[in-house]
T-cell receptor, first 113, second 114 residues
Framework: EPEVTQTPSHQVTQMGQEVILRCVPISNHLYFYWYRQILGQKVEFLVSFYNNEISEKSEIFDDQFSVERPDGSNFTLKIRSTKLEDSAMYFCASIGSDSYEQYFGPGTRLTVT | AQSVTQLDSQVPVFEEAPVELRCNYSSSVSVYLFWYVQYPNQGLQLLLKYLSGSTLVKGINGFEAEFNKSQTSFHLRKPSVHISDTAEYFC????????????FGQGTELSVKP
């Protein structure tokens, strides 16, 4: 069964450093998402991406965040200058053109020290 | 705007007992409703979804949920739980447009004891 994959599974970085989280959505899907989950809290929407552009973003998704689909398979989330409060689990999700079910990846745990 | 409230943060239950995890939502537009499960140190797995049609939906692992439009609820139930059902359960809503984001509730931690 096709699945969404994410790398790395765990990333440790120092405050102020740039990180790139990578996702490979399901191959024929068209809509892509990033969500985050701070430890012990609910899952929060960050951004959605369709047709090579951002379709919606939350208040959390400020200028330090960016997303990109650099080729036909990867979908990346870049955090330009990480802060301690960026420590969270980041989930990628994708959805096909004929479905309303979002398929989630296993997540990347980001730890900012 | 949409919002989701999961009324119980923790639900302890004994094995083979029934369980209900409560979810209420608010929205000014029609929405789809979902329940996801998160096992420890894992990602989110879809349990079941309500898009339209019958208000009683059945999902994986013996779970079911009932959509109640008048009460804006989508409670999750299982008649007999197993130890392996111990996990965090999230209720979510999405707008009736293709590609819409999901809004999640705070989650309910289900703890099944022997």
């Amino acid at each position: 069964e096709p699945e969404v994959t994410q790398t790395p599974s765990h990333q440790v970085t120092q405050m102020g450093q740039e990180v790139i989280l990578r996702c490979v959505p399901i191959s024929n899907h068209l809509y892509f998402y990033w969500y985050r989950q701070i430890l012990g809290q609910k899952v929060e929407f960050l951004v959605s991406f369709y047709n090579n552009e951002i379709s919606e973003k939350s208040e959390i998704f400020d200028d330090q965040f960016s997303v990109e689909r650099p080729d036909g398979s990867n979908f990346t989330l870049k955090i330009r200058s990480t802060k301690l409060e960026d420590s969270a689990m980041y989930f990628c999700a994708s959805i096909g053109s004929d479905s309303y079910e979002q398929y989630f990846g296993p997540g990347t745990r980001l730890t900012v020290t | 705007a949409q919002s989701v409230t999961q009324l119980d943060s923790q639900v302890p239950v004994f094995e083979e007992a029934p369980v209900e995890l409560r979810c209420n939502y608010s929205s000014s537009v029609s929405v789809y409703l979902f329940w996801y499960v998160q096992y420890p140190n894992q990602g989110l797995q879809l349990l079941l979804k309500y898009l339209s049609g019958s208000t009683l939906v059945k999902g994986i692992n013996g779970f079911e949920a009932e959509f109640n439009k008048s009460q804006t609820s989508f409670h999750l139930r299982k008649p007999s739980v197993h130890i392996s059902d111990t996990a965090e359960y999230f209720c979510a809503v999405g707008r009736l447009n293709q590609g819409g984001k999901l809004i999640f509730g705070q989650g309910t931690e289900l703890s099944v004891k022997p």
